[in-house]
């Protein structure tokens, strides 16, 4: 799976949870939470919707280091090339 492909998933899981968000608009490099204003429970909704979508686990000792949209676009799209 390519980085497109990734970022597509991304944005599909994402506008379950935050419709009103076009990852277009969004710097690719700034931390994600902040710019949709994901709490807690809504950044575990994003991971599980893209565990289930893509079949990747996630551990949670993961999650420090997906803070931007470029993040986990580069984390997912190695994990899905192994």
Do not use: C, W
């Not at 799976?1 to 949870?17: F, G, K």
């Not at 710019?35 to 809504?42: E, G, H, K, R, Y």
């Amino acid at each position: 799976m390519d980085p497109a492909e990734v970022r597509t998933t991304i944005a599909q899981v994402l506008a379950t949870i935050a419709p009103e968000v076009d990852l277009e608009t969004l710097d690719a490099r700034a931390p994600l939470r902040d710019q949709v204003d994901l709490d807690s429970m809504d950044f575990l909704n994003l991971i599980v919707g893209l565990h289930e979508r893509l079949q990747i686990d996630i551990p949670e000792s993961d999650y420090a280091r997906l803070v931007s949209l470029d993040d986990l676009v580069a984390y997912l799209a190695a994990k899905a090339a192994r």
